[in-house]
């Protein structure tokens, strides 16, 4: 059995504390302003792009990325305390997420350099907001069955398919899809599939809307019909996109946005219990609070090998599959420790019933997006030389 899964802690240092003190201040007068309630889940007004070149203007975007290109050069440490305490808040982050979290390391890892010049620096200033094509109506947990077809044309390539699920895709201006420009090999199933940055006003696309369990406009279904690309869009190497398209993924699993997704409930409960919990309620809170805190030291030394410059995909996807299931529990076990413990007129605060029925409805999801709990733990199965 493979002896490489390892979890080193990790120690805040008083830089760290200082930033994260600073972001606080930031957030509680942005709170103050009106800009957004904290404990709300996101689900008001959570895609806010005045909050996003703010942020975008404080240097908080692009943090790790290169100065040349719009970044700031400070480290993976740094970038971690400030989405966390954004998350923690329930800051209005979704418009700036995906472009921040995993677009623009794609952008400066297989982009050429003109296209890196214009489009990153947007993406740091809060300015440039992107989706992700990978999923289809026959291709989701195995993305590499894509057939979404890229046809070399004059100048460029013209792309015609279906993608679903995509989230935010109506309001992104740039979509970095994989896309079929070959046929699989018998040696190699992964072979032929090319990552593009698709302008989302190109025309030939049509966005269309589905609407999620707790009846919001979230993602999409999106259709290419006979899309013109150029040539330089094409990221990295054509056929390639198997290598590129997993290191993407690595990105999207390390965060802490992979365990408080449905954290305001447990703010909610705190705020409903009061200073003086019962025994039973007070327990159940220090329950959940060892485990976000078990989880949040695994996180936080995820993004330290990231910093080292490592790809810990093994132990990234241990912390989706336990922070993605706390999180999903979270909501029942909170609506189970609150109808006893709290009293008759906190019970009817309707703040904290809306908060809780929103993350009930969120919850089925957590488990599915960017990877399947089963589809995780064949990973780490893998990783642990077990398959
Ligand atoms: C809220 C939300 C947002 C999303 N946003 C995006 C987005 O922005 N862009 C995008 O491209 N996609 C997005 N997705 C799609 C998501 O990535 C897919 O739903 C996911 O990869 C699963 O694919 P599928 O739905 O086709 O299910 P399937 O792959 O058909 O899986 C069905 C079931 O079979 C299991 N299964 C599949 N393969 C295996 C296996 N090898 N071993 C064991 N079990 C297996 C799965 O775990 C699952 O339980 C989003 C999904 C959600 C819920």
Known sequence: MSTSFRFEPIEETPELRDLRAEVRGFLRDEIKAGTFKPGSGNMRSSFNP?????????????????????????????????????LAHGAPVRAHWVADRQSGPVLLTYAQEHIKQKVVPQIARGEAYFCIGLSEPNSGSDVFAASTKATKTEGGWLINGRKIWTSNAHRSHYCIALVRTSPATAENRRHGLTQFLIDMKTPGITVRPIVNLAGHHDFNEVIFDDVMVPDDHLLGEKDMAWKQATTELAYERSGPDRWLETFFALHGLVRVAGKEPDDRLAEGLGREVASIATLRRMSLSVAGMLQNGQMPTNEAAVVKDLGTNWEQALPNKVRLLAPEAISAERANDEDFESVLRYATLIAPKLTIQGGTREVLRGIVARGLGLR
């Open 50 to 86: 005045e909050f996003s070149r703010k942020l975008g203007a404080k240097g908080w975007l692009g943090m790790t990325w290169p100065k040349k290109y719009g970044g700031h050069e400070r480290t993976f440490m740094e970038r971690y305390v400030v989405t966390e305490e954004m």
